[in-house]
């Protein structure tokens, strides 16, 4: 492939949809028909040529995006094949950011289903250029009729078939062009050609007054003035052209291409912005082949023989093997040495990419997902525009981390954090409080493919549960104790006495130390380590082995020894009259509230109620969306939601997602905290007696 193009003759095009919908057969087949490919590779036998991942061959289904391309009718079509299950949400997502054009895929079998409708919706509010295959026309229980009334209940009238089958199921045999032959009414079809013309031409015609007034007239609109008031109205929003594939059959595909084509959209039909500051005014990033060159990391992948591979999508520009590429987020470059466009796995080098391409470059290892690029920034030149980040959701499933191996622990951070910088979907952190490792992804199915590709890639392995609660300790009223450490064992002796005071204090203030010693009954030098003593102590807890918080100590009384007091003595001192105090002082716990906002099916609505009151939850508000779709906001306490994603999936049917964010810390109900504290004395007492 060269650059013998302009960024006009380029269509970039992601193939998007419900998991096991088609997409990746569609890619193989679309490849092989523009003979990109010599063998069109098949999902379900591991020979697919987008589907290159190990994890991928054995589970029979897209985990990331992929990329292939090929030439048709003079054009470059770059295809982005993302995957279709929700768990995996974040690829697609990234494959959307990189394209103007998105093929939604709808079993012909099985109609429309959880994500493609999310997918839909998330095309649309990019504003790209959507384009709707029915796949598997050749299976069983195919009604073609029932499947286009869905697609225009689900997404729109604008969406209207460009062409029909003839046939369906078994009978299918190849499908009939609505524009260029809709006079052919064939028998077979389950929706005459001339049906589908009149929804067509009435679709397109809404938006030119004139084209309406001649068609209203009578007048015979030619098919190359439709197709290009088509490409318009595709452009706008306002039109969603419907067609039938079968890719067993390699029917369907050539209408396909040719529609992408004439009518899809090029790099400069759609308006991206970038902001030279973060507070700064937006900009258009104009797509011209000349000038600054301005791109955006959309994926990267750590490659065992290449090393850090960056997908860019150049958004205005050039780039050649010699150009400085400059990270705007961290103002690090790199020359972009070897350029390739990638076909599944394998990488073609080419000497330079235009506005419009998606390549990728090697070893740049500063570039993170959304970083942008340019050829000029750093040192003294002005801010250089730089896009938004790709918006991801939150990962809503944590989970604790064990090694199986006791030494492997580094070694597992190390690798999933590389796993991480693929996966923007994906976290991994040690908590503070808890000292566990914890990582965090979309489901449960998400995280085991993240272990076994640990195992693969790094030969490690590990244990999950179901992480502990970060909660707090604090107190409730106002205490005072005091503690005489005193050790004799043969020399030097050990004694130190402390007094203390303790009072809560208000929410979020932390912590208060306040040295009201008077005559030096403590010496100046020991006042620090009283000090410590506490605040060790306070990092340990008292009732529950959580940290304290919110607690002011006061120090106002104490004694010493002119030999056996230390540092040492007066800590352990300070922490035992500090227990002692808190303890009288009517201890309470805080555990994490989060606020949640779900989207569920409006019918659910009675379940998902029900199943928050069971978790301590209350809901706050609600709205009501297009589809029927039904989004309550609620509060809930973090431990009760740990595994509310496997539950929330059950209830709706995998139709059903939320968001969290931590709102604040609260008291634990009484019986709750009764149960926590018993746990954790048992849980001592046990340490104790090993």
Known sequence: MSTTYHLTDIRNLALAGHGASGKTSLADALLFAAGAISRKGSVDDGTSTLDVDEEEKRRHFTIDCHLGHLAWSGKQIHLVDTPGYPDFIGNALSGLAAVENVVVAVSGPSGIEVNTRRIFQEARKLGLGR?????????????????????????????????????????????????????????????PPSEAYRMVVEQIVELNEDMMMRYLEGETIEPDELKVAAHDAIAKGKLVPVLCVCTRKDVGLRELLDLVSNCGLSPDDIHRYGRRAEDGPEEEILPTEDGTLVAQVFKTVNDQFMGKLSYLRILSGRMSSDTTLVNLRSGKSAKAGHIYVMQGKQQEEVPEAIAGDIVAVAKFDDLHVSDTVSNVGGGTTAPQLRLAPIKFPTPMVPRAVQPKARDDEAKISAGLAKIADEDPTFSIHRDAQTHELVISGMSDLHLDVIQQRLKHRHKLEMNTHVPQVAYMETISAESEANHRHKKQSGGRGQFAEVHLRVRPLPRGAGFKFVDAVKGGVIPNQFIPAVEKGVREQMEKGVISGNHVVDVEVEVYFGKDHPVDSSEQAFKTAAATAFRKAFEQARPALLEPIVTLEISIPGEKFGDISADLSTRRGHLTGMDSLSGGVQIIRAEAPLAEVL????????????????????KSFDPVPGNVQSQIVDRYKKSRAGIEED
């Open 131 to 191: 384009f709707v295959v029915v796949t598997k026309m050749d299976a069983d229980n195919v009604d073609y009729r029932t499947d286009l009334a869905a697609i225009r209940e689900s997404f729109g009238v604008e969406c209207v078939p460009f062409n029909v089958p003839v046939g369906q199921g078994p009978t299918f045999k190849g499908v009939v062009d609505v524009i260029a032959e809709h006079e052919q009414d064939p028998a077979e079809c389950p929706l």
């Open 643 to 662: 595994t509310y994603a496997s539950q929330l999936k059950s209830i709706t049917g995998g139709q059903g997602s939320f968001t969290m964010d931590l």
